[in-house]
C-alpha cells in the first residue's frame, strides 16, 4: 500500500523534475557519477520539508534502498541506455517506463523507510534542525553526495535557487 507521504514525495519529485534545467542536471550527476536522481530528490524534498538527514539516517536509507538499486534500478538504467539508439522505439520506450516504475517503487520505499524512523517527529522537530531551506537541502544532498563531489556546488545551486519559495501540502 502506497502511504500518503510516498504520493506526496512522487508527486513533487515528478514536479521538480519536470522543472526546466532541473532535470538536465540531475541526469548529469546520475550519469558521470552513478548518482540516483531519485535519493537526490529525496534529500533535497526532506530539507524542503524542515528535516535534516544525518549521517546516521543517510546510511540507514543508503542499507535500505542498496538492494534494490542494485539489483532492481540499476540494470534497468543500463539496458534503457544500451538500447537508446540500437533498439526498436517501441521497445526503449517500454524499458523506460520500467525504470520509471522502478523509481516510483524507490520512492515509495525511501518514504517508508524515513516515516519508519521519524514517525514521531514533524518537520521542523529533526535534531540539529538547520535554520533555513538552502542550508536544509544543502545538507542533505552533501550527505547524498558527498562533501567533496565535484557538481555538489552546481547542483545545490540549481536546487536552492529552484526550490527555496516551494511548498509542500
Not at 22 to 41: G, K, R, Y
Not at 92 to 106: D, G, I, P, R, T
Request: with cysteine.
Amino acid at each position: 500500500m502506497v502511504s500518503d507521504k510516498s504520493t506526496e514525495f512522487w508527486d513533487w519529485a515528478v514536479a521538480v523534475y519536470q522543472r526546466p534545467g532541473l532535470s538536465s542536471v540531475l541526469l548529469q550527476v546520475q550519469d558521470d557519477h552513478d548518482a540516483v536522481v531519485m535519493e537526490l530528490l529525496f534529500a533535497t524534498w526532506l530539507g524542503v520539508r524542515g528535516e535534516v538527514l544525518t549521517p546516521e539516517c543517510r546510511g540507514d536509507l543508503a542499507a535500505w534502498v542498496t538492494p534494490w538499486n542494485r539489483e532492481v534500478l540499476l540494470p534497468l538504467r543500463e539496458r534503457r541506455a544500451a538500447w537508446k539508439t540500437t533498439a526498436s522505439p517501441d521497445l526503449y520506450s517500454a524499458v523506460k517506463a520500467v525504470e520509471l516504475e522502478a523509481e516510483h517503487q524507490l520512492a515509495i520505499l525511501l518514504t517508508a523507510r524515513w516515516f519508519s524512523l521519524h514517525s514521531t517527529t514533524s518537520p521542523g522537530e529533526t535534531p540539529r534542525a538547520a535554520s533555513d531551506t538552502a542550508e536544509r537541502i544543502s545538507g542533505n544532498v552533501v550527505q547524498v553526495l558527498g562533501p567533496t563531489h565535484r557538481l555538489v556546488d552546481e547542483l545545490l545551486h540549481r536546487l536552492t535557487t529552484e526550490l527555496q519559495s516551494t511548498c509542500v501540502n
